[in-house]
């Protein structure tokens, strides 16, 4: 014979000594598989690391339902294709969970996303991880989302380029001189070793980007990083051959970047961009020359949520 028992809810049933409302109460890290639009709009499942919280505006209550979060992520997200509008009606189903002891609720999900690159001139191609987080926070106004993404490109500085010019033009009026040119004397001159006299120092760079969307629909992710992508000029590749190589040789001897180069392509970008009403972003050169980086740092407004914002990251 089953007996039904009443178990203890420790969380409802016993009054906090100290009797304060909180911020923020949830759990943070939890291993979640969701679906994402990737190449061509077609689904790819990816592991994402999400954090959930709630409000607790009831100072007498001891504590929240904590797991009927967890099972609510994990029956909702986990279900169905990400999108704005389902991420909206999880907050709600948070906030109705926890039966008047919280009126907001937020989440933070994490993950890295893969994509195809195709390569510059072959036919190979390969796959590149792209790191996303996805902020959105539901209180009695309208719902507020952030979106981070991180872009990896490569940067050759102007400065060395010049300097690199300069030496080769040097070398080459000491190997020449006055003396009558011979057009495939210089062409073998040119190719050989002796012409490699001086090499612009390049480094892989990063721009950290965090935007504050105008609603809560979500862009499209590849597309996104694609366009910010060219915006920069210079993405890192995937699969190469040899004349991969050199085509990606010549594409950054023609967008010579210094950091603050690459920043003002970036916000020039993130500036036509109309679901974007605020934005945030650092460019990083992790140099080849120095032991340590150069930055730039720029937000469209100066707003609270943007101060800590390289903490992100």
């Known amino acids: 014979m089953n007996m039904m028992i009443t178990l ?46 709630v409000s607790l505006e009831k100072p007498e209550a001891k504590g929240i339902h904590m797991s009927r979060l967890y099972l609510r992520l994990n029956q909702q997200l986990s279900k169905q294709r990400l999108s704005g509008s389902g991420i909206s009606a999880l907050l709600k189903d948070m906030v109705q969970s926890q039966q008047g002891l919280s009126q907001a609720a937020k989440i933070n999900l994490q993950f890295d996303l893969p994509l195809v690159k195709s390569a510059l001139l072959s036919n190979e191609s390969g796959y590149q991880n792209y790191t996303v987080t996805l902020t959105r926070e539901l209180n009695s106004g309208s719902p507020i989302t952030d979106l981070s993404v991180t872009i990896p ?88 051959k040899r004349q991969d190589e050199q085509a990606f040789a010549k594409l950054n001897a023609q967008n010579l970047l210094f950091c603050e180069d690459a920043a003002r392509r970036i916000k020039q970008a993130l500036e036509l961009m109309p679901q974007v009403s605020d934005y945030w972003f650092k460019v990083e050169h992790q140099e ?20 800590n914002g390289h903490n992100a990251y």
């Open 8 to 53: 203890p809810d420790v969380a409802a049933g016993q009054a906090d000594l100290n009797s304060l409302p909180l911020s923020w109460v949830g759990m943070e890290a939890i291993a979640l598989p969701i679906l994402v639009d990737g190449d061509g709009n077609q689904p790819v499942q990816v592991t994402a690391r999400a954090d959930v919280f």
């Open 153 to 240: 490109y490569s940067s050759t500085c102007p400065c060395s380029a010049a300097l690199s010019r300069q030496a080769l033009s040097e070398a080459f009026a000491q190997r020449f001189g006055a003396a009558q040119l011979d057009k495939e004397e210089l062409i073998q001159w040119l190719a050989s070793e002796q012409a490699s006299i001086a090499t612009p120092h390049s480094q892989r760079s990063y721009a950290y980007i965090r935007l504050r969307l105008t609603d809560e629909n979500l862009p499209n992710l590849p597309s996104l990083i694609f366009h910010l992508e060219q915006a920069i000029g210079t993405p890192v590749q995937t699969a190469v």
């Open 288 to 307: 080849s020359l120095h032991a340590h980086n150069a930055v730039v740092y720029d937000q469209k407004h100066h707003t609270d949520w943007l101060h």
